[in-house]
């Protein structure tokens, strides 16, 4: 494809998602993007992975600023599109259903919110031994009525209880960090939420 039927058909495709009425689809605002890279660490040579890539913003950013190789994983077509567009390398669909490479650096995400406690767990399985998981989340499993489930008594629940529980004891079997972002932080995003969200942060020992 030639750069100037890249370039209309990248306009074609944003068009088509103005909207971004893709469910669970919120890319990642300047200010948070920025953050979430300084806390990554990043230099040139590593191997990252970004996970539910939507259009790439977090690929786009590291491919600016480092020279690193990087992968991306999604699943909406026309969003697979626009990445191979940008020149990113798009290794899957199915992020759930994709048989975890542990030979990542960086792990760097902002996943679908109503998957995260599935999803975060999963990308931490993509790293190498030093590896660093660096990802944006729904703030909603620190919330008091929730912090009960860390219980044993839900380890085994196939329900939302022992899904807080499975996610919570990840969390705390893996040390990781858990930021606090400003409130709003995706209000000025190109698709707002006002959920209040966090930064988790994860090495792989």
Known sequence: MTDLLAINRLRQLNRQHWQHNVWSYFPTPPAVLRYLLNQANLQDGLRVLEPSAGKGAIAQKIHELWNCSIDCIEQNQDFQEILNIKGFNVIGRDFMRSNPQPI??????????D???????????????????????????????????????????????????????FLDETKAQ????????????????????????????
């Open 115 to 169: 998957r995260q406690m599935t999803h975060i767990p999963q990308m931490f399985k993509w790293l190498r031994p030093g590896g660093k998981l660096v990802t944006i989340a729904n703030a909603c499993f620190l919330e008091p009525h929730n912090q009960q489930l860390r219980d044993k008594r839900y380890a085994n629940e196939r329900s939302r209880a022992g899904l807080y529980h499975r996610f919570l004891t």
């Open 104 to 113: 990542y650096d960086r792990v760097i995400a902002n996943p679908p919110f």
């Open 178 to 205: 858990v930021i606090r972002l400003p409130k709003g932080s995706f209000s000025n995003a190109s698709r707002t939420t006002q959920v209040d969200t966090v930064m988790i942060v994860a090495c792989k020992s």
